[in-house]
């Protein structure tokens, strides 16, 4: 038997933790905050910069405070 950590954290999980699991990556979580930082890492989720060639770079474009794509 081995002791499930936290998937982001590395903290035991206990029946004193709000425990969230996750299905998908079949991975336990100690606080659902630390579950939406794990999955927001996963998914490479990250705020919108509106730099021009970023915005390029992931084919989009900004014009008249739209944004559209290409
Ligand atoms: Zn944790």
């Known amino acids: 038997m081995e002791k499930i950590k936290c998937g982001m954290c590395g903290k035991h999980i206990t029946d004193k933790t709000e425990v969230e699991y996750s299905e998908w990556y079949t991975e336990f979580f100690c ?7 794990y ?3 996963q998914a490479q989720s990250r705020p919108l910069e509106f730099d ?4 390029k770079a992931i084919g989009v474009k900004m014009e008249d405070g739209l944004l559209y794509t290409k």
């Open 31 to 37: 606080d659902p905050k630390h579950a939406l930082t």
């Open 52 to 55: 021009k060639d970023y915005l």
């Open 39 to 41: 999955y927001m890492d």
